[in-house]
């Protein structure tokens, strides 16, 4: 595989991710009204789905936007640029709404949702601090701002830290947050452009990598290859995420 096929397939994770992700938020949505609907006293079961649909959520999410940043810088390493051209730090990011608001080209609101999605993901690989932590016996809540502590680097030690949690329904957070970051993230992502020619070794190499296809189908092995070339050529169209936001948003209107 060279560098160029693989940055076609990262072009593509990226919407496997928005794939995943809906299904997360599925099942948060289909867990939350079944929690609606249970017989008090609720069944810790229906909390336990959520923390976990949760974290699994989260991680999804915080991938969409590490893959857009990985097809950028490879989309600068193909085209010759420094890998981190374009760039600007988390710190920066998080730090300033003004200047997330200029580097994603969107509303500065947006860029609540973007400290929770950082938030609640370090909390969560870490600690667990930011886990749905709470509800009423009609929706989950976050119960409480997130307290923790972060390593600080010019002090080399660890500081309390409070981040306000979002108020309200969680799993409407859980939309809204989906439905804020997703666009701003496929804006930066970058898709290579591949020659027939790239397309007919990227198919002979995901042919070859299957142990012992090859040695079975040998006498098809152009068939294979062309058929696969095909797919690669209809698939070419790209993706978009104007589906899942559709969907996302009747689910949020619905709540």
Not at 1 to 29: G, S
Not at 32 to 60: C, E, R, V
Not at 62 to 70: D, G, H, M, P
Not at 92 to 109: I, N
């Amino acid at each position: 595989m060279d560098l160029k096929n693989y940055a076609e397939m990262v072009y593509f994770q990226f919407y496997r991710k928005v794939d995943e992700l809906d299904f997360f938020i599925r099942e948060a949505v289909d867990n939350a009204l079944s929690y609606k609907d249970a017989p008090i006293p609720k069944d810790n079961l229906y909390f336990d789905k959520m923390q976990f649909t949760f974290s699994a959520y989260i991680n999804a999410l915080v991938s969409t936007w590490e893959i857009a940043k990985l097809s950028i810088s490879l989309a600068n390493n193909l085209s010759g640029r420094p890998e981190r051209d374009g760039f600007l730090s988390e710190r920066e990011l998080e730090s300033s709404r003004q200047t997330f608001a200029e580097y994603f080209d969107c509303d500065p609101a947006v860029h609540k949702w973007f400290r929770f999605m950082k938030d609640a993901r370090n909390a969560n690989a870490h600690d667990g601090s930011l886990a749905l932590n709470g509800g009423n016996v009609n929706a989950f809540l976050f119960q409480t701002d997130l307290h923790r502590y972060k390593w600080d680097r010019g002090a080399s030690r660890f500081v309390y830290e409070v981040s306000e949690s979002p108020k309200g329904n969680a799993v409407c957070v859980m939309l809204k947050t989906a439905i804020a970051l997703v666009p701003i993230f496929e804006n930066k992502l970058e898709r290579p452009e591949l020659s027939i020619e790239d397309h007919y070794a990227s198919a002979k190499f995901k042919l070859e990598s299957i142990p012992g296809l090859l040695e079975s189908f040998r006498d098809k092995q152009t068939e294979i290859i062309e058929a696969m070339v095909q797919s690669q050529l209809d698939g070419q169209k790209g993706r978009d995420c104007r589906e899942q936001l559709g969907s996302w948003t009747q689910r949020l209107d619905s709540m």
